[in-house]
């Protein structure tokens, strides 16, 4: 989907598709000379991450595995539980392996702070974050993330996996949501 066929549901696009594969391919680059000759398990997190993921796993030129997980931390309403529940795990043993976290956005850090730990708890040799998106005035804990594509403004965006209410995943670009879309 184009920015200008939800023109009308946009403030504004903050991100071109271009300026976000130019972004992933330089961290992949930085990704690469850190993991050189070793094998890396990419860790998606559902659903946002998919066409992060999908996109930086094709432009890696370095061994890797895949693997999904999903978790939620916000229950039926709009503001986080604080409880982080598992809704798909791994299918992988971490035990050794070297894990690099694909996210979408970091929002508050809470629940990557929590994936992250649960993580190294399972035996991982390593596991390090690589995040498009980055909105620093909305963190309520510092999480150490190794690669960060773009700091944004706290800002409700869609597009390139992010979504509102499942819409505007398929979006090319990242664009800020128009406040009369989720008033």
Request: hydrophobic share 45%; aromatic share 6%.
């Given at each position: ?65 895949m693997d999904w997980m999903a978790v939620s931390s916000y229950g039926s309403g709009t503001k986080s539980s604080g409880v982080v529940r598992i809704l798909k795990d791994l299918d992988s043993d971490l035990t050794g392996r070297k894990v690099l976290i ?82």
């Open positions: 989907m184009e920015s200008s066929e939800i023109s009308g549901d946009l403030t504004s696009v903050l991100l071109t598709e271009k300026q976000i594969l130019d972004k992933i391919a330089e961290l992949s680059r930085r990704i690469e000379a850190d993991y050189a000759g070793e094998k890396v398990l990419l860790v998606g997190v559902l659903k946002g991450a998919v066409m992060v993921m999908a996109d930086l796993a094709r432009e890696l030129k370095l061994p890797i595995d694909v996210e979408d956005i970091i929002d508050s850090g809470l629940t990557l702070s929590w994936l992250r730990a649960n993580l190294e708890s399972r035996g991982a040799h390593s596991v390090e974050i690589c995040a498009l998106l980055r909105k620093p005035e909305a963190a309520k804990v510092d999480v150490d993330v190794r690669y960060v594509g773009f700091e944004i403004p706290n800002e409700f965006v869609v597009g390139y996996g992010l979504d509102y209410a499942e819409k505007y995943r398929n979006l090319r670009d990242i664009g800020i949501l128009a406040p009369h879309v989720y008033a």
